[in-house]
């Protein structure tokens, strides 16, 4: 008898202990899928700022850490070594393997060949994967979690209340009074009965969101092709997402004015970083008042309504050291702003989320006592 409760535990562990810890592994894995692409794009960075220290152009820096046949560095990176290897340049090759870095690093690197400098566009670079670091924690702690956790389950339960448990509290009532009494909270009835709905369109917005999380940029790139002008258009409506659109683009146009390219050509390469087609929309409005003339201050006002940039971009050509060490404290601030709106909206969002779930349940709580206490009475003193 003792033997066989001894053996009981064991058991038990193998049954709920094991499959919970696979299921913490795989979240885990899952909400950890962005850093692990930032360490990534960090490595292919550092291989090609050792390369530019040993004197070596980038191409060839690749191709040799590529000989060096270590899979910590990927498929995808030894994929681009071998379009290298046949003579393809970088900016092509990154286009054609287009899921080794985020779209706005490949677009920076492309500015970095064109200028001839690749080091110089590097801190951008690293600047920008800082952001996974906000997705993650936001995703973790406030968002993804607690979400996916808690709202799948709520239209499954209203449903079900308005399908099978609510029709039969209706039929008992309509037994004992015959309809002379109204039914306490049958207004409920109307109401809730949209409720699965409205849930089941946040869930899939949710778990939308989930899959562009954990997809990546290929299903980031994905989203662009059939979203588009939607998912543009999200990203520079949304506060932190357009301060860091207007830290690349301010970014890059300050490194190419600061090597000497026509502010044009500067305005069409920072545009490119972004890459965003709506916002590239307005830095076409901006090169076509730099081609009729307009002094590049007085263009970039069109960038926002605040006048912020245009006041930047002025104090920044009166300032000794170039455009970049001018601006490189704002760069700095909208960068914190962005990561403080990011984790506030995350917050936000699943302490609405909690509380419109709580509002529900003790709603729909509330009325089946009503009900039950109104029979309780009503049977008393029948």
């Known amino acids: 008898m003792m033997l066989a409760g001894f053996l009981e535990f064991p058991v038990w562990i193998a049954l709920w202990c094991v499959p919970v810890l696979g299921l913490c592994s795989l979240c885990y894995f899952l909400v950890s899928l962005p850093m692990r692409r930032q360490k990534r794009a960090d490595l292919f960075l550092d291989l090609l700022e050792l390369g530019l220290k040993d004197g070596r152009n980038v191409e060839r820096a690749i191709v040799s850490a590529a000989r060096s046949r270590d899979r910590s560095l990927g498929v995808r990176f030894h994929l681009l070594a071998a379009h290298l290897e046949a003579g393809v340049r970088l900016d092509q090759a990154l286009q054609r393997v287009p899921s ?75 037994d004992m009074f015959d309809g002379s009494v109204p039914m306490p909270g049958a207004w409920l009835r109307s109401v809730v009965v949209v409720l699965p709905f409205l849930y089941s369109f946040l869930v899939l917005v949710i778990y939308g969101l989930a899959v562009a999380y954990v997809g990546g940029p290929r299903v980031r790139r994905w989203g662009y092709q059939w979203l588009y002008p939607l998912t543009d258009r999200v990203n520079l409506w949304l506060p932190w997402r357009r301060k860091r659109l207007y830290r690349d683009f301010a970014t890059m146009l300050a490194l190419v004015l600061d090597v000497g390219a026509p502010e044009v050509r500067a305005v069409q390469l ?101 009900i039950l206490t109104t029979l309780i009475q009503q049977g008393v003193l029948w």
């Not at 890459?275 to 929309?281: E, I, K, L, P």
């Not at 926002?304 to 404290?329: I, P, V, Y």
Request: proline content about 5%; aromatic content about 8%.
């Open 270 to 370: 920072a545009g490119e970083c972004t890459s965003n087609r709506v916002f590239q929309q307005r830095v076409a409005s901006v090169i076509r008042q730099l081609q009729a003339g307009v002094p590049l201050t007085e263009a970039l006002s069109r960038m926002d309504d605040t006048g912020e940039f245009r006041w930047r971009m002025e104090n920044a050509r009166h300032r000794q050291g170039g455009f970049m060490a001018a601006l490189s404290g704002w760069f700095d601030a909208l960068e914190a702003k962005a990561f403080q709106q990011e984790q506030t909206a995350a917050q936000t969002f699943t302490t609405a989320v909690v509380l419109v779930n709580g509002a529900v349940v003790g709603v729909i709580a509330i009325t089946a006592f009503m």
């Open 100 to 174: 080794l870095l985020p779209p706005q690093v490949a677009a920076m690197l492309k500015v970095g060949a064109e200028i001839g400098d690749v080091g110089r566009v590097l801190p951008a670079c690293r600047r920008l994967l800082k952001d996974s670091s906000s997705q993650v924690q936001g995703g973790t702690n406030y968002l993804l979690v607690p979400s996916l956790g808690v709202v799948p389950v709520l239209p499954m339960i209203v449903w079900m209340l308005m399908v099978y448990t609510w029709p039969r509290f209706e039929q008992i009532y309509q």
